[in-house]
């Protein structure tokens, strides 16, 4: 059973860079069947979709957010990353990883990590 | 982007009762439509997509049905680990696929 688990600073300071990865265990990154996805929860409120990457077939981002957005891959590692850049207050947020398939229905999720930006 | 729109924001319901939550999309998105539940400090987990197909381990009381751009999670008898928030979500128009504001089903 593929499992996700992610990782990094829970706070950022305004204008940085946050900086996740999302690390599968119990299955291939590689994955044909697989998009690696990063969503994202303002707390008390609703999901919000920041982007997807499939490996050998790019990326694809949020509208909203995608000036600001670089998901990557690193398939040595079987993990993938999440840069969100120039962070502001409204980017606070506990943000997912999850395996979506092709169609956008999501498979499978991280647990989730609070990152939250302040001075 | 397809604004979704989930109603009641809340319901509340008797053990045993039958709950009925709604989901319209501001356009078409056919059946490509997905429910979600999620419990407090819990990631959400697959319940229903192509608007009606019970993912995987999913109880027969959840059922999901309706396309275009009115949809129904329907429970049939609820039992109190149904207490959750649920979300629906649209796979027909990228970019971006897009969620509901979700509605919390509380028991009675």
């Known amino acids: 059973q593929v499992q996700l688990q992610e990782s990094g600073p829970g706070l950022v300071k305004p204008s940085q860079t946050l900086s996740l990865t999302c690390t599968v265990s119990?299955?291939?990154?590689?994955?044909?069947?697989?998009?690696w996805s990063w969503i994202r929860q303002p707390a008390g409120r609703g999901l919000e979709w920041i982007g997807r990457?499939?490996?050998?077939?790019?990326?694809n981002y949020n509208p909203s957010l995608k000036s600001r957005v670089t998901i990557s891959v690193d398939t040595s590692k079987n993990h993938f990353s999440l840069r969100l850049s120039s962070v502001s207050a409204a980017d606070t947020a506990v943000y997912f990883c999850?395996?979506?398939?092709?169609?956008?229905?999501?498979?499978?999720w991280g647990q989730g990590t609070q990152v939250t930006v302040s001075s | 982007e397809i604004v979704m729109t989930q109603s009641p924001a809340t319901l509340s319901v008797s053990p045993g009762e039958r709950a009925t939550l709604s989901c319209r999309a501001s356009?078409?998105?056919?059946?490509?439509l997905a429910w979600y539940q999620q419990k407090p400090g819990q990631a959400p987990r697959l319940l229903i997509y192509?608007?009606?197909t019970r993912a995987t381990g999913i109880p027969a009381r959840f059922s999901g049905s309706g396309s275009g751009t009115e949809f129904t999670l329907t429970i049939s008898s609820l039992q109190s680990e149904d207490s959750a928030v649920y979300y629906c979500?649209?796979?027909?128009?990228?970019?971006?696929?897009?969620f509901g504001q979700g509605t919390k089903v509380e028991i009675k």
């Open positions: 999850a395996g979506t398939l092709a169609q956008g229905i999501i498979d499978f």
């Open positions: 119990g299955g291939s990154i590689s994955s044909a069947f697989y998009y």
């Open positions: 979500q649209q796979y027909n128009n990228w970019p971006p696929w897009t």
């Open positions: 990457i499939y490996i050998g077939g790019g990326t």
């Open positions: 356009q078409s998105v056919s059946i490509n």
């Open positions: 192509h608007t009606s």
